[in-house]
């Protein structure tokens, strides 16, 4: 079994990526910067038989946005290292950053089939590729907070103070949705579009969401404030669906979004740029191993 590891940089030296790399013979890339990751992915060798990625979701994003560019019959299973600063696809999963369960994954090979987003971003269609959750609006918003400011809190708090702190200023826009067979035209604070269950750290923004189903879930939120925002806060944590009517749960394939004003938009924790927004659903374009 030939192993690859496509590695966070700031994970040279990590015990687990070291025990990995010696007990399994993976040959080992480190990410340099931002943006290094898909290249690393797309030039992977076509005799790869297992890709380990060590990192968060940002990083497994890169990866499958490089692993997207390859023809489906050459992307590899993979064996996500979850040692990020959200975890939210792992905890999905069920994995976790132990040699124990690194082990159990290997010693069976058993690979959840994994539906991808490819998103069209901004006016000139920028193509990006979604595994877990994006989101239009205040999530954008959060994202930049958590990432300049919170981030070095422990990630579930980090993310809640980059929430309420972002309260502080937020605002409702008037937000279109067209989905296959509605349009959904209303003021909004923040419209995320789910591949995944969990985002922003264990916040289960999309109770129905099954990664492989063919359908992206949306939750659509309007109107509300800081406190309400509490008052929802541990059905979140929970993941269960919120009963309010300014809360709307739908199921799409095909998805677009846009707005009277430019809204930012963030793609598995990354700010990515502004609405318009275009969203399709590739059916298990990757597989993760259990």
């Not at 159990?104 to 901004?122: F, K, M």
């Not at 998805?255 to 990515?272: H, K, M, N, R, Y």
């Not at 740029?273 to 990757?286: D, E, N, W």
């Given at each position: ?162 929430t309420l ?25 923040t419209a995320a579009i ?97």
């Amino acid at each position: 079994m030939k192993m690859h590891l496509i590695s966070h940089g700031r994970l040279r030296g990590n015990v687990l990526v070291e025990r990995l790399q010696q007990e399994y013979q993976a040959s080992v890339q480190h990410t340099e910067a931002r943006g290094h990751a898909p290249e690393l992915a797309l030039r992977l060798p076509n005799d790869v038989d297992i890709l380990c990625v060590a990192g968060g979701d940002g990083t497994l994003h890169e990866v499958v946005h490089g692993l997207m560019s390859r023809p489906e019959s050459e992307r590899p299973p993979i064996l996500l290292l979850p040692l990020g600063s959200g975890n939210d696809t792992a905890r999905m999963l069920g994995v976790r950053a132990s040699m124990n369960d690194i082990q159990r994954r290997l010693a069976s090979i058993n690979p959840l089939e994994w539906d991808v987003l490819e998103c069209s971003v901004g006016d000139d269609g920028q193509k990006r590729y979604c595994t877990n959750v994006l989101d239009v609006g205040f999530g954008g918003d959060v994202a930049r907070r958590f990432n300049t400011t919170f981030r070095r809190l422990p990630a579930r708090i980090g993310y809640i103070a980059a929430t309420l702190h972002a309260f502080a200023s937020s605002r409702v826009h008037e937000i279109t949705i067209t989905i296959d067979d509605a349009v959904v035209t209303a003021p909004m604070l923040t419209a995320a579009i789910a591949n995944s269950k969990w985002f922003g750290s264990g916040i289960g923004i999309a109770p129905r969401a099954v990664p492989h189903d063919g359908r992206a879930d949306l939750t659509l939120i309007k109107n509300v404030g800081v406190l309400t925002y509490l008052r929802f806060l541990p059905q979140l944590i929970r993941g269960v669906e919120i009963t309010d009517t300014r809360i709307q749960y739908l199921q799409s394939t095909v998805v677009s979004v846009t707005t009277q004003t430019p809204l930012p938009i963030e793609i598995d924790g990354e700010f990515v740029g502004y609405t318009p927004l275009s969203v399709h659903v590739h059916h298990k374009a990757v597989r993760l191993l259990v």
